[in-house]
């Protein structure tokens, strides 16, 4: 395990910051199957993501775990610029440099990702058929939270004076140094809703899981591309690698879990529920989110299987 950077080959002005996680008994004379982790929006490599990072590594995959672009240690302005399709381009790039390291199969590479970060990997793997098995952890499709709410209450239209808000931060910030910002959870216990979100409020803004890298919001511009995205867009003909999800059985955001895997071309997709979880227990807590490992782990396994780790395991 170790930190590591590398150029963004999608922007080779912005140098992405990683962590890459090691099987027991590394040797680099073999090839390894690789999985990539996508953090939650908002989230860095130091928190949810870097948790499953490490733990599949146990499994015999070298994983990584990075900052998306313009956030965390990574590079890039304006800082907290939720970009989604910069971040679909960040697991690809991230897949890029994998591509160069002698001892990673490259017929052998899945992805896998928390919240957001679920919904950037199925958009990746859509385009980017380097991708060869992706897996879920309380799935978000930005773009459909944003103008459906949390549990899909809302009409697409009613979103619309988002997308005013976000041009109108565009004109604000051409003329301020300082961003327009807007929370992507909350940023005072008082401002949640619920006590899934409060959650949230309580994983990024206090010792439970905060990281002085991950401040908990976005550009308010990002409202621009947010609204309009589509994390599953052409799922129904070009998502056809094998898929595995995970939700909680409490999940307000097990719907697009569900949504995914509805839509997806993939005849080889699978959902697994965790009784009692609501999303935010698949990121840290401890019994949540070994039951969703226990799962995921043999998944990769069998959907990278074959090269030196296989025959590893034969001899």
């Not at 080779?12 to 990539?36: C, H, L, Q, S």
């Not at 890039?76 to 994998?98: C, F, K, M, W």
């Not at 939700?247 to 071309?265: E, I």
Request: glycine share 8%; net charge negative.
């Amino acid at each position: 395990m170790g930190k590591i950077s590398f150029t963004n080959t999608n922007n080779p002005t912005i140098t992405m910051a990683a962590v890459i996680n090691f099987p027991e008994g590394f040797d680099e004379g073999r090839k390894y199957p690789a999985i990539v982790v996508s953090h939650p929006g908002g989230g860095v490599k130091e928190q949810t993501a870097g948790t499953y990072a490490r733990e599949l590594a146990k499994a015999g995959f070298v994983t990584i775990a990075y900052d998306a672009s313009y956030q965390g240690e990574s590079g890039g302005e304006p800082r907290q610029l939720e970009n989604p399709h910069i971040r679909t381009e960040d697991v690809s790039a991230v897949i890029d440099y994998l591509t160069t390291l002698p001892y990673i199969d490259q017929a052998r590479i899945g992805a896998m990702g928390i919240c957001a970060g679920a919904g950037y990997t199925a958009n990746a793997a859509i385009q980017d058929r380097r991708i060869k098995a992706i897996g879920t952890v309380s799935a978000v499709n930005i773009g459909s939270m944003f103008r459906n709410g949390w549990e899909n209450t809302a009409k697409d239209a009613d979103a619309l004076p988002y997308i005013v808000a976000g041009s109108n931060a565009r004109t604000a910030d051409a003329a301020n140094a300082v961003k327009a910002r807007m929370p992507l959870a909350p940023e005072k216990e008082s401002d949640a809703p619920n006590e899934e979100l409060r959650q949230a409020w309580e994983y990024y803004h206090t010792p439970r899981a905060e990281c002085p890298t991950a401040p908990g919001f976005a550009t308010l511009r990002s409202l621009n591309q947010i609204i309009t995205y589509d994390a599953y867009h052409k799922a129904e003909a070009f998502l056809t690698q094998p898929i595995l999800c995970v939700a909680g059985s409490v999940a307000g955001s097990k719907w697009m879990s569900d949504d995914l895997l509805a839509r997806a071309a993939s005849i080889d997709k699978a959902m697994h529920i965790v009784e009692g979880a609501n999303h935010m227990d698949l990121y840290d807590g401890q019994l949540y989110v070994a039951e969703a490992l226990s799962v995921l782990a043999p998944f990769f396994t069998e959907k990278l299987a074959g090269g030196d780790t296989a025959r590893q395991a034969a001899e």
